[in-house]
């Protein structure tokens, strides 16, 4: 790569901030997986209804 393939910002650690970036998707998707999880067992409870 060359130089010029860089950016510098002054003050800012771009390393430091893709890392954040990672740990706020984790979570985001760590929070879409669990309301994931419980509408599956209401359809499950549901589906487990009609077929009685």
């Known amino acids: 790569m060359e130089e010029d393939d860089y950016v510098v910002k002054s003050g800012i650690d771009t390393s430091e ?6 740990k706020i998707n984790i979570n985001n998707l760590k929070e879409e997986n669990s309301y994931l999880k419980c ?8 589906l487990n209804e009609v077929l009685k």
């Open 17 to 22: 901030l893709i890392v954040i970036s990672r």
């Open 39 to 46: 509408n599956l067992q209401e359809n499950v409870t549901k």
